[in-house]
């Protein structure tokens, strides 16, 4: 191997210092948010204690906010698993051409691009204007879709442009039916990325404010109500409440990253028997 | 069986930008909006200098923040396509700057108050370094902490997709290259920067759009001083001014359209997944 070159040494302290950039203020606000009772929102630390964790959890101290985590989380599963089931079907719809097929793809990039709040303002003024009540469980788990079905959707593309389709030929010379075919063959291969697709469909939808902005009506969802605190609120419990939600938010993602993992390994252990045969 | 999908984006794609096209020729009230046919919307938007200001500020939001965006995020992926070895750490590399993309940009954006805050981080070790005498004012609540926050949150849009295209290089190119007497800064230049292109087009397609399309970081993090297209619409919802925001809507859609189809043309993004 080749002995490494300066800028090796240059890009690793860049790549460094970018990480420190990405992370650096999450974690000085995790230290922040141990304040003692009489600390401010910037350093110095005036003490350490739970305070302000223990002012999360008193009824009402700062709003309505384990009610809107309940939300946000209800919310969060509802569409990871519509977007997971409605990207393996367009997944599979867009391995042929269908008539249409490009005019969707290109409403599916539309989707994505388009500004979030042109969202949340036509989906708010059809609720309106048709007499029906915005409510987070309709026009906003709607809205949410509109952002988190286009990342879905690119993924599976990715992963059936990956497809061995001769895996499908071979089941169905076997005899399977295509349903068969599906659920042992295509399913279990493709298995790891709809984890992936699950992770975005469930954190996208868990941390999206602008599209829920105009369509969860008078229930809040979590990130509406932190928003709604910035203005208000001036303690340290913004940061207690910043720190509790990341938390959850990184053992959400170490599950799903797990999840793949072992999923990965149990494909390669238990996708093909070739070597182990009758001998 | 693309039905489903085609049935969700027509509901809540297609049918809501349709609907504020049509409500961007209403009438407002005080209370109400009104259904009509009126040009008033566009009038007052087209003839104010305020507008013009806003789209002025939108694109340098943008322009300012690709630059740093794609300088930062092509950086990042060639180090950890090129220089990284192995491919485990690759991937745990990799993860680790894609994570925060998975955690709320809101708590992001707060989490500068104690870096830039007046009595802050930044204002204090400079202080005590002697570089400023009176604490930095435009830290926080200012353009500078806007375009900090975008670069924050969204350099991740470049470096992906530039490292999914690197790594899809043959790296006997670079061999060849290197064998034809090519240095570094040439196979850089001449190989791999072209060959970047598809990735780096479309991270610039995400940054571009996440920008332009941005009302809440500029809200917060200029503490409501600096104004883009999507905080005029923002401000005219608050108002109940609905038919005002939706003109706004129309033409802010059809910029960033317009933009997108530009950039299209240098990328077949099929052809990239």
Redesign the interface.
């Known amino acids: 191997?080749e002995p490494r070159?300066r800028?090796?040494y240059v890009?690793?302290a860049?790549?460094a210092l970018?990480?420190l950039?990405?992370?650096?203020?999450?974690i000085?606000?995790a230290i922040?948010s141990f304040q003692g009772p009489g600390g401010g929102?910037?350093?110095p630390m005036r003490g350490t204690s739970l305070h302000w964790f223990r002012d999360l959890f008193e009824q009402q101290a700062v709003g309505d906010i384990w009610g809107s985590f309940r939300r946000s989380f209800a919310l969060g599963l509802m569409v990871m698993v519509t977007t997971v089931v409605?990207s393996v079907?367009?997944g599979?719809?867009?391995r042929k051409k269908?008539r249409?097929?490009s005019l969707?793809?290109y409403?599916?990039?539309?989707?994505?691009?388009?500004?979030?709040?042109?969202?949340s303002?036509?989906?708010g003024?059809?609720f309106s204007?048709s007499g029906l009540n915005v409510h987070w469980s309709t026009s906003g788990f709607?809205?949410q879709?509109?952002w988190t079905?286009p990342f879905g959707?690119?993924i599976m593309?990715?992963v059936f442009?990956r497809f061995d389709k001769s895996y499908e030929e071979a089941a169905r010379d076997l005899g399977a039916t295509s349903w068969q075919t599906l659920r042992h063959v295509v399913l279990p291969i493709i298995a790891p990325s709809l984890i992936g697709v699950a992770?975005?469909g469930f954190?996208?939808s868990?941390?999206e404010?602008?599209r829920t902005?105009?369509t969860s009506g008078s229930y809040n969802t979590l990130?509406l109500e932190?928003?709604g605190m910035?203005t208000n609120v001036t303690t340290p419990v913004?940061?207690a409440l910043?720190t509790l939600?990341?938390v959850f938010?990184?053992v959400?993602?170490a599950l799903f990253?797990c999840l793949a993992l072992w999923s990965a390994r149990r494909r390669a252990r238990a996708g093909s028997d070739a070597g182990k045969g009758m001998l | 069986m693309a039905g489903p999908i085609m049935a969700v984006l027509l509901f809540f794609l297609v049918l809501p930008i349709v609907m504020i096209i049509v409500v961007s020729f209403w009438r407002a009230t005080e209370f109400s909006i009104i259904p009509a046919f009126v040009w008033e919307n566009y009038e007052f938007l087209f003839g104010s200098n305020v507008t013009y200001r806003v789209f002025f500020n939108t694109f340098k939001y943008a322009a300012i923040t690709w630059v740093f965006t794609l300088t930062i995020g092509f950086t990042v992926a060639y180090f950890l396509a090129f220089h990284v070895r192995s491919l485990t750490w690759q991937i745990v590399l990799f993860l680790l700057c894609t994570i925060p993309f998975w955690t709320s940009n809101i708590i992001r954006m707060i989490s500068w108050i104690p870096f830039l805050g007046r009595n802050g981080i930044a204002n204090s070790t400079l202080l005590s370094w002697g570089v400023i005498d009176e604490p930095l004012e435009w830290l926080l609540f200012s353009d500078f902490a806007v375009i900090l926050a975008f670069v924050h949150l969204y350099t991740l849009f470049m470096v992906v997709p530039i490292f999914n295209t690197m790594m899809r290089i043959d790296k006997s190119l670079i061999e060849a290259a290197r064998d034809a007497g090519a240095s570094g800064a040439q196979i850089l230049w001449n190989v791999i920067i072209p060959l970047t292109k598809p990735g780096i087009m479309i991270g610039t397609i995400f940054v571009v759009t996440l920008v332009m399309g941005d009302f809440i970081t500029v809200r917060f993090m200029s503490g409501s001083q600096s104004a883009n297209v999507g905080r005029l619409i923002s401000n005219d919802i608050a108002l109940l001014a609905y038919p005002s925001a939706s003109a706004t809507a129309v033409v802010l859609l059809l910029t960033v359209l317009i933009v997108i189809g530009i950039l299209l043309r240098f990328v077949d993004i099929r052809k990239e997944l």
């Open positions: 191997m070159s800028s090796f890009l690793s860049f790549f970018f990480l950039f990405l992370y650096g203020p999450t000085t606000i922040l929102l910037t350093f409605l079907i367009g599979l719809a867009f269908f249409g097929s969707l793809f409403l599916i990039i539309t989707s994505l691009v388009i500004p979030s709040i042109l969202v303002l036509g989906v003024l059809i204007q709607g809205s879709l509109t079905l959707l690119l593309f990715a442009n992770l975005f954190t996208l868990y941390d404010f602008a902005l105009l990130p932190i928003f910035t913004l940061y910043g939600t990341t938010s990184l959400i993602i990253l």
